[in-house]
């Protein structure tokens, strides 16, 4: 049988497509760091000459930000023609003295949990979009063409917000619409459990900076009879949050559903391991709102979260500083209905109010996209989920999950096309974390997966 043949193949080249692999994952295409714009630009390259091996037209696009490539490959009018989307840029890797390795010099290492790949970019995303690849290059190989019309698209600035994503997509339309696009970004629910992922939360990133006086002081001189703005910015973040751990921006909760029994239902039955899912970052407690489950606090409630925060002196030693000034990253995820455009515009005003006479207040804008609910009636659906249930020990779950990959959510409003996120992460990979992973099993059996994926929606 031809899927046999393909997952043959597979298995026989496995040492090869590790090699391909490697080759990417050594290219630095950090997006938010300019320092990196040639490596972006490279790794570009590099993903367009390997759809060109698959036989497809690919080129690299410029825009305003990282280039685009986009790539088709002709197939059978009377099947399903897939888009595929992946982003080739990858996390910065500070702080970088965590790292055990070159976060660049990519090696496959023994560990107690079996055999992983260790790079930055080794899972997100492209450990993940090169199963699809792998897949994809196998699948040419028993025979001579890919299984279907297959189009391809990749960006390189999902990790800094996309500002060149809707502009693109909008420019573009026809050409990036398919009949469903593949993504492979998300998550396994365990790992012997696959997973389609139906629901991803949205994201709103503001930047703020309070000042007070107008040059660094001298903490002994000017202490006590003068403003710190760093305690102000932190009553203002501490406020954020009541005592039961609900945020409290007004109208923040505007357009957000409690869990319908129905999907509750299914949620308790996959049986989630809250404690292992927190021990195995060294905590033991729920933090968040009161009387929610972890995974509901995770798949389907909104957050408000301080991503970074600096004032005054933090070098080595200790400086007797009074600072200017005190900066904060925040970004509140979001799901259901809520709008990340009254929200920015509710939280500033909050900040605004918080603060005393003589401190001023910055803003700095770093994008935002709503939740996306991926709709499951598409047949192409189940035919995935069986497909995968072949491949993995436990049959596929459709799960949620917590972060955010706009571009699913603008399939839908802008070429009007369904998504379907299919990943082979696990919660331990360590994404935009030191020491990011991908368990090789997910590399190859991920890669198995999108072979029989393929073979169901072709067929
Ligand atoms: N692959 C992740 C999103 C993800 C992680 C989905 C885990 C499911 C499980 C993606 O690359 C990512 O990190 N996105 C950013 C988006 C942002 C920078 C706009 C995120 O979620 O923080
Ligand atoms: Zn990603």
């Known amino acids: 049988m031809s ?100 976060p660049f010099d990519p090696a496959v290492e023994d560990t107690a949990n079996g055999k992983v790949i260790r790079a930055r970019g080794a899972n997100d995303d492209k450990g993940q979009f090169m199963t699809f690849l792998e897949a994809c290059r196998a699948w040419k190989a028993v025979h001579g063409a890919l299984p279907c019309r297959l189009s391809f698209f990749f960006e390189g600035e999902e990790e800094s917000g996309s500002p060149s994503l809707v502009p693109f997509m909008q420019d573009n339309a026809a050409e990036l619409t398919a009949d469903i696009a593949l993504i492979s970004d998300t998550s396994m629910f365990d790992a012997n459990t696959p997973a389609i992922t139906t629901m991803l939360r949205g994201l709103l990133g503001e930047e703020l900076t309070i000042t007070g006086p107008s040059r660094d002081l001298h903490s002994g001189s000017y202490g006590g009879a003068v403003m710190n703005p760093a305690r102000m910015l932190a009553r ?32 308790d039955a996959l049986g989630f391991d809250a404690d292992a899912f927190l021990g195995e970052v060294g905590l033991s407690q729920p933090a968040g709102e009161t009387g929610r489950t972890a995974l509901e606090m995770v798949w389907a409630r909104p957050t408000c979260e301080v991503n970074g925060i600096w004032s005054g002196y933090t070098g080595d030693g200790f400086k007797t500083v009074l600072p200017s ?86 399939f839908k409003e802008i070429l009007g096309m369904d998504a379907m996120l299919v990943g082979f992460g696990q919660d331990d990979d360590g994404l935009h974390s030191p020491n990011e992973k991908y368990d090789l099993r997910s590399f190859q059996k991920g890669a198995r997966s999108w072979a029989r994926i393929l073979d169901a929606l072709s067929g």
Not at 384 to 408: N, V
Request: some cysteine.
């Open 3 to 102: 899927l046999d043949a393909v997952l043959q193949t597979l298995d026989d080249t496995q040492d090869a497509a590790i090699e391909r692999l490697f080759e990417l994952l050594r290219i630095p295409s950090v997006s938010t760091d300019p320092a990196h714009k040639e490596d972006s630009l490279r790794a570009a390259h590099w993903v367009a000459a390997t759809l060109r091996e698959l036989g497809a037209e690919a080129d690299v696009r410029p825009t305003p930000g990282q280039p685009m490539v986009v790539g088709h490959a002709p197939g059978d009018a009377s099947k399903p023609h897939l888009l595929f989307y992946g982003h080739y840029d990858v996390q910065p890797v500070d702080p970088l003295s965590l790292w055990k390795r070159d």
């Open 236 to 267: 203002i973040i501490a406020g954020l949050h009541d005592e039961t751990g609900r945020i409290t921006v007004p109208g923040f909760y505007d357009g957000v559903d409690d869990l319908s029994d129905a999907l509750r239902g299914q949620w």
């Open 325 to 410: 000034t005190a900066s904060a990253k925040i970004s509140f995820r979001l799901v259901g209905a809520q709008d990340p455009v009254a929200i920015r515009k509710a939280f500033r005003s909050y900040v605004q109010q918080s603060l005393p006479p003589d401190c001023t207040v910055s803003f700095k804008d770093h994008g935002c996209s709503g939740a996306s609910v991926m709709s499951t009636e598409n047949p192409l659906f189940e035919k995935a989920r069986l497909a995968l249930s072949d491949e993995w020990p436990h049959p596929a779950a459709f799960i949620g999950a917590g972060g955010s990959i706009p571009i699913a959510g603008h």
